[in-house]
């Protein structure tokens, strides 16, 4: 047999797994503190008053905190305007693509229609069309029907953009999904809509949990369509309202980190809401049972 080279002791295997697991959870303490540096910035600028930020800079901690930014920002800021604007477009937009986007992927895997291929590769194609490309188009068809600087633009325009995504990945989740589920239900009488409500749909929660909170934070996150489809104050999301802050000649620091640290709320509650749902979903590819 094989001897083992004299002067070399092969590693136990267990002291090469821990070798690897502290090389791991060094590497994700790098990257939390790289991650966690801006917003640890953002919080502590929120709370510094704009004398003290010219005095002292950005990024100095001090002792002199102040919660003045907030108060501006959510009175003379308009904070409150922004932050429902941005729910009146955010949790329509997520309901229609999930929901649009829920009956694709069912009907594309379970009912298996004729083209059933097609229509799965017309939803993909639609994620590798750049968002830019239709600013101009849209812009036009908006302002021609009198939608232009009102909401509608931006839930039509998540709503239907978002559909592609959630269709593929709903398609993908109810192909793992067994088709005795179904044929169960089809044997008790039940009808395609029955099945896919009270029997398909509690077994996709972890599924529809990931992809509600994605969604939500895609759209309340972007900034591009509503600072084109937008012009008046009334109308603004909380993303453009952020850029309101700054003037010609001067920049409202404090109230701006103030009202950034307002808009990172709504989505930081999303996903702590539905962190387990979201993990699960995320992970998942085969039900039990």
């Not at 590497?27 to 991650?35: D, E, K, Q, S």
């Not at 009175?75 to 932050?83: E, F, H, K, M, P």
């Not at 895997?109 to 083209?115: I, V, Y």
């Not at 039940?190 to 529809?208: K, T």
Request: charged fraction near 15%; proline fraction near 7%.
């Amino acid at each position: 047999g094989e001897e083992t080279a004299p002067g070399r002791v092969p590693a136990p295997p267990r002291r090469r797994e821990r070798g690897g697991r502290a090389l791991a959870l060094a590497l994700l303490l790098v990257f939390g503190i790289a991650f966690l540096t801006p917003v640890l910035g953002v919080v502590l600028t929120s709370f510094k008053s704009n004398p003290e930020i010219a005095r002292n800079g950005l990024w100095t901690p001090s002792g002199d905190l102040t919660t003045d930014n907030y108060l501006k920002a959510w009175s003379d800021g308009n904070a409150r305007t922004y932050l429902l604007n941005s729910f009146l477009v955010t949790v329509p937009a997520t309901a229609v693509s999930v929901v649009l986007g829920t009956l694709v992927g069912y009907a594309v895997a379970k009912l298996r229609p004729r083209g059933a291929g097609l229509i799965t590769l017309f939803f993909v194609a639609g994620l590798f069309v750049p968002p830019q490309v239709l600013l101009i188009p849209l812009f036009k068809l908006f302002n021609v029907n009198g939608l232009y600087d009102t909401l509608w633009p931006m839930i039509i325009v998540h709503g239907g953009y978002g559909i592609s995504l959630c269709a593929l990945v709903m398609r993908n989740f109810f192909r793992s999904v067994p088709d005795e589920l179904r044929e169960a239900g089809l044997i008790d009488g039940a009808s395609e809509p029955r099945i896919l409500v009270s029997v398909i749909l509690p077994v996709a929660r972890p599924a529809l949990a990931a992809l509600a909170t994605l969604q939500f934070t895609f759209i309340w996150n972007d900034f591009l369509y509503p600072l084109v489809f937008t012009r008046s104050d009334e109308v603004r999301t909380v993303m453009v309202g952020i850029l309101s802050l700054q003037g010609q000649f001067s920049v409202a620091y404090g109230t701006q980190a103030a009202m950034a640290v307002l808009a990172s709320l709504p989505t930081m509650a999303v996903f702590i809401a539905f962190q387990k749902h979201f993990i699960a979903g995320i992970t998942t590819g085969a039900v039990k049972g």
